[in-house]
């Protein structure tokens, strides 16, 4: 069950981060602005808490220790999540290419989540400049 909402859920980031990069390069603007406007032109807020609902009440989550965030932006859904099994959550990674979303997710994981020990990095998966002791989840 889980893997069906991986893989629609995976789905999901890739057209969105498809029409992301067209709208950054043809508006040449901020990431965090072009996000921003995308968000306000839909549903994605409403269609989030759904799908959360959803997720919490099919799959037990309890055993969650750490969690790993691709392409966050700042972290708005992500922190959300996390915060339901905030007691269990111990570590939290986030590789994000966006400099100012990660500066902003690094903000916002130490304010919302000051128990987690949480690290950001300024990369890609593709280019993965993360140190390989850091990927210990």
């Known amino acids: 069950m889980l893997e069906i909402y991986c893989t629609i859920f995976s789905a999901f980031v890739d057209i969105w981060y498809y029409f992301m990069e067209t709208q950054i390069m043809a508006m040449d603007e901020s990431y965090l602005k072009s996000l ?19 997720i919490f009440t099919d799959v037990k989550l ?13 972290g708005r859904y992500e922190i959300e999540f996390i915060k339901h099994f905030e007691a269990n959550i111990s570590k939290s990674i986030g590789i994000e290419p966006d400099h100012a979303s990660a500066e902003h997710l690094r903000t916002s994981l130490r304010s919302s989540l000051p128990g987690v020990e949480s690290h950001v990095f300024e990369t890609t998966m593709q280019t993965g400049r993360v140190p390989a002791s850091r990927w210990i989840l």
């Open 36 to 54: 921003a406007a995308f968000r306000d032109r839909g549903n994605d807020r409403e269609e989030f808490v759904n799908a959360q609902s959803k």
């Open 62 to 74: 309890g055993g969650v220790r750490s969690c790993l965030a691709i392409g966050p932006g700042e």
